[in-house]
């Protein structure tokens, strides 16, 4: 881990996929273990991986909670509650601090652009 001069710590994240349609808590939580085991030190949820535009907010923000309630006290949980829409974006950034999440991802001109 490598730390800058305001000893904000600066580690190795991983952006999970995750299997849909159906959520398999069970081998998502493998994973997640396997991570930890392996020295990674937070996860990034619903990053650009794709999985996120193919959920509900609802699943989304239960995702964020359970990685939280599971894994929250040995890696830093980050979801991406970004959206095009500002007023989504505010809307599940807070619902996701509210289920416990670190911190926020957004990323400016989230692109959902589909191909003929």
Known sequence: ???????????????LAVTLPRFDLEAYDALVNMQIEHGVEGVILGGTTGEVQ?????????????????FGGSIKVIGDTGNNSTREAIHATK??????????LHINLNRNMYTN
């Open 54 to 70: 193919l959920m509900s907010w609802d699943e989304h923000i239960m995702l964020i909670g359970h990685t939280v309630n599971c």
């Open 95 to 104: 619902q996701g601090f509210a289920v416990g999440m670190h911190a926020a």
């Open 1 to 15: 881990m490598v730390e800058d001069d305001d000893d904000a710590a600066i580690g190795f994240f991983f952006s």
